[in-house]
């Protein structure tokens, strides 16, 4: 018996072509928000560190364009390299993010140039190259991934906005807010155990550790029907969560005293309430919106002291994936089709995750919302291989983040763009990381009753 899953792609005739174009339109919409990312600050800007966790806005830009080069031009369309003598430079395994300000980086002229001159090139490679012959290139899979890296990319230069001072340089629209009848929905949703199919074998453009699909079984289980919400946390935080050792991991409680933490990243108290600084502005903490920047060990405790626990990776893509009336994985919780605006909030269309409740037309089969953007969701599981994982293209994607180190969060934020986000894609990071748009809903065994 095999695990299967809907999405297979075309690979030749008229399904290819459409393929042709969606790679045609990943790359573009992700130079767009590339360019805007990049061009709403002055040059000083572009070239400064603005925090030791992360790049300066210039070396990602020509990274995007060397690794765009390294992957489209040269091995799938067979040209002498551009410029070899930055490979080094803009290679994010030779130098960690804190030593790049020191590297020859291209200055933000020189490096909107060769990104140009790549992207002219790749155009021209993507138009000519069929799609089909090999794994790199069978349904556009090598052009696929370019365009996710690059999204990826824009959400880490996004957070390097949120961590520069100075005042606003991006705009957007606030999201939606939730339903009228947000009062009514049910704190939790039951999720039925038994076996369903995790990962994915057939998605066009799925990464190596999304694969291979295959049968993972898990018990009844209970989940959050929203994610946690500032109000609900700022309530841990009254009790005495940063100051009680009971809710806590023993690393997790040593890094808290170590750094002095009392509140999620960008929080403050001032006259009373809680403040918190969001690109650019500082503006008080919604009550009703999904807890933000907060690390693995915060969202461990919270459960904990909420008398539940974070659900583990694979009770996080059952109740975003599976439908008990069809026995079937979908792509997305709501179905098979590509999200749209009534979905999810993705695509940084909005700087700020929506209320709890929002994008009804986003639910699970079973009710639960939000599964997807908004806020990267820990779980928690450890980043391990599936059964049968083989790395492709690369190791250093993800085969070398393997282990205990890293923790997998699922659903994407409002900063990640639907090409790289789907019910299978997995994110990982270390359980200290706050500055990443992240925060989390509970779960609990069905047997056991907890706090709520």
Known sequence: MTATDPAAGPASGDGAEALRQRAVDALIAARERTSTLTSCVEEPDLTAQHSPLMSPLVWDLAHIGNQEELWLLRAVGGHEALRPDIDKVYDAFEHPRAERPSLPLLPPAEARGYVADVRTRVLDVLERTPLRGGPLVDAGFAFGMIA????????TMLITHQLRRGPAALTAPPPPGPPANEAALPAEVLVPGGPFTMGSSTEPWALDNERPGHFCDVPDFFIDTVPVA???????????????????????????????????????????????????????????????????YEADAYARWAGRRLPTEAEWEKAARHDPATGRSRRYPWGDADP?????????????????????????????????????????????????????????YSQVFFGSAHKVLRGGSFAVDPVACRGTFRNWDLPIRRQIFSGFRTARDAAREGRR
């Open 148 to 155: 996710q890296h690059e999204q990826q990319h824009d959400e």
């Open 230 to 296: 500032n109000g609900a946390y700022a309530r841990f935080i009254e009790d005495g969560g940063y100051d009680d050792p009971r809710w806590w991991t023993p690393q997790g409680w040593a890094y808290i005293r170590e750094h002095a933490l009392v509140a999620p990243l960008f929080w403050q108290r001032e006259g009373g309430q809680w403040l918190r600084r969001r690109f650019g502005a500082v503006e008080p903490v919604p009550a009703q919106e999904p807890v933000l920047h907060v690390s693995w």
């Open 340 to 396: 749209s605006a009534e979905h999810a909030n993705l695509g940084q269309r909005h700087l700020q995750p929506a209320p709890v409740g929002a994008y009804p037309e986003g639910a699970s089969p079973l009710g639960v919302r939000q599964l997807m953007g908004d806020v990267w969701e820990w779980t928690a599981s450890d980043f391990l291989a599936y059964p049968g994982f083989a790395p492709f293209p690369y190791r250093e």
